[in-house]
C-alpha cells in the first residue's frame, strides 16, 4: 500500500509569495490498481510523483507498507517521466546492465519482449532514438525494474495514437496482479478504458476520487466525472462566441 | 586482484578510463612544468652566484621560495579545474535528459558521489602527493646543490 498523508509543497520565486504546488494531498493506493492522475497544467500532478520518490523537499508523509520511502525500499518504486531520466549516451543495453547492478528484481524477460516489441535497437545510444522511441524506452526501463509502484508521468508525449493504442494493451498484458500503475496524463478518453481508478488534482487539492467500476455501474463515465468535478460548462464556448459576435452589426 | 572498474567512476555514458587518462597527463604535465621551472630557475640562480662570487662580489642565492614561484602552477590549474569538473559530471545528469531523478532514486546514493567526485577526487589527491613530493625533490636539490657558502645564512628558507 502507498499511502500519502498532508502532503504539502510550497514552490516560491522571488519575493513572490509562495505557490501552493501541493495543499493536503492524502490518498492511499493498493496492490494492483493503475491508477490515473488527472489534472490541468500546474495542478500538481508531477510535483506529486516526486515528492512520493523524495526528489523534492515536501511536508506530510509518504508511507509504503507503512515505512517511510528510504533507500531501502525504494528499489520498490519506478519512474517513467516525459523529461526522460535515461543516460542519452548509454545504449539500450548499457541501461540493462546498470538497473540489473542496482535493481535485484530487474525484469530481464520483459525487458527483451517490450524491447522486441518496439523493435528499439539494443546498441545504439539512445540520444539516437526518435522522441517516440525514448519514451518507449523510459517507459520500457520503469516496466522492468522490478519496482511493485510504477509511477508514470506524462510518458507518452509525443507518441502517436496507435503507439500509444498498443502501449495500453501491452501493458494491460504484461502486468501482474500486484504491480500498480499511478499514470499522470492530460490523455483522458484514451486511458479510459485501461485505468481502474481515477484521481483528480486541482490546484494542488486532491478533488476527485473514483473507482472507474463505481463510476460504470452508476452509468456515468470518467469523462463526465472529470467535467462534472472540475464544473466543466459545456456552452462555455458558445457563450464565449456570442459575447464575441454580439457587437457586430450586419453589413 | 580485482580489477579497477573504470566505468564505474565517471558518469554514466561517459569513458572513466580516458578521463582518468586525462587526469593523469595533466598531473604528469604538472610535474614536469615544475621541474623544468625549477630546474631552470634553480641552475640560472646558482650560475649568477658562482660567477658573482667568482669576481669577488658577493650575490647571495636567492630564497628557496623565490625560486619556487610558479613551479606550482600546472597543480594551482588542477586545483582550480578539478572541482569544476566534478561540478560538471553532476550537472551533466541534467543535459538532454533527467538522469539526475534516476540517479537520485537508486538503493545506493553513494553512486552518484562516486560517479561524480571520485576521479576530480582522486586527480586533487594525486596532484597534492606530487606536488609535495616535487617540493621534497626541490628541497633536496635546493640544499645538496647549493654550497653553504652561497647561502645568505639561512636564506634557503625564505627568510632574510
Same mark, same amino acid.
Given at each position: 500500500m502507498l499511502e500519502l498523508k498532508n502532503l504539502y509543497k510550497d514552490y516560491r520565486a522571488g519575493h513572490i509569495s509562495p505557490q501552493k504546488a501541493l495543499d493536503g494531498v492524502s490518498v492511499a493506493i493498493g496492490p494492483g490498481e493503475i491508477v490515473g492522475l488527472f489534472g490541468e497544467n500546474g495542478a500538481g500532478k508531477t510535483t506529486l510523483m516526486k515528492c512520493i520518490l523524495g526528489l523534492i523537499r515536501y511536508r506530510g508523509e509518504v508511507l509504503l507498507d507503512g515505512e517511510p520511502v528510504t533507500r531501502r525500499n525504494i528499489a520498490r518504486l519506478s519512474f517513467a517521466t516525459c523529461e526522460h531520466s535515461f543516460f542519452p549516451a548509454l545504449t539500450a543495453e548499457g541501461h540493462r546492465d546498470f538497473y540489473r547492478m542496482h535493481f535485484p528484481r530487474w525484469r530481464e524477460k520483459r525487458f527483451r519482449a517490450l524491447l522486441e516489441f518496439f523493435s528499439l535497437p539494443a546498441n545504439r545510444a539512445l540520444r539516437h532514438f526518435s522522441t517516440g522511441q525514448k519514451n518507449q524506452f523510459e517507459v520500457i526501463l520503469a516496466l522492468s525494474q522490478g519496482a511493485d509502484y510504477i509511477l508514470m508521468d506524462e510518458p507518452f508525449a509525443g507518441n502517436d495514437l496507435f503507439n500509444r493504442e498498443d502501449f495500453y494493451k501491452v501493458l494491460l498484458g504484461i502486468l501482474e496482479p500486484t504491480e500498480t500503475v499511478v499514470l499522470s496524463t492530460h490523455l483522458l478518453e484514451e486511458v479510459e478504458r485501461f485505468v481502474s481508478r481515477a484521481l483528480l488534482l486541482r490546484r494542488g487539492k486532491l478533488v476527485g476520487d473514483a473507482s472507474t467500476l463505481d463510476l460504470e455501474e452508476r452509468g456515468g463515465s470518467l469523462t463526465a466525472y472529470v467535467k462534472e468535478t472540475y464544473g466543466y460548462e459545456p456552452d462555455r464556448v458558445s457563450r464565449a462566441l456570442d459575447r464575441l459576435t454580439e457587437g457586430e452589426e450586419e453589413p | 586482484m580485482r580489477r579497477l572498474?573504470?566505468? +564505474?567512476? +565517471?558518469?554514466?555514458?561517459?569513458d572513466g578510463r580516458r578521463t582518468a587518462r586525462r587526469i593523469g597527463l595533466c598531473l604528469g604535465l604538472s610535474t614536469l612544468w615544475g621541474l623544468c621551472q625549477f630546474l631552470a630557475s634553480f641552475l640560472d640562480a646558482r650560475q649568477t652566484v658562482l660567477w658573482a662570487a667568482r669576481l669577488g662580489e658577493r650575490f647571495p642565492m636567492p630564497s628557496f621560495a623565490a625560486l619556487l614561484?610558479?613551479?606550482?602552477l600546472g597543480f594551482e590549474i588542477l586545483a582550480v579545474f578539478l572541482p569544476l569538473a566534478a561540478a560538471g559530471n553532476y550537472l551533466s545528469h541534467y543535459l538532454e535528459t533527467r538522469s539526475i531523478y534516476l540517479m537520485r532514486r537508486l538503493p545506493d546514493r553513494r553512486d552518484l558521489w562516486r560517479r561524480c567526485l571520485a576521479l576530480p577526487a582522486a586527480g586533487l589527491l594525486g596532484g597534492v602527493v606530487l606536488a609535495l613530493a616535487l617540493l621534497g625533490l626541490f628541497l633536496a636539490v635546493y640544499r645538496l646543490c647549493t654550497p653553504w657558502e652561497l647561502t645568505a645564512g639561512g636564506a634557503w628558507w625564505g627568510m632574510q
Open positions: - | 572498474d573504470w566505468e +564505474a567512476l +565517471a558518469p554514466l555514458g561517459q614561484s610558479r613551479t606550482m
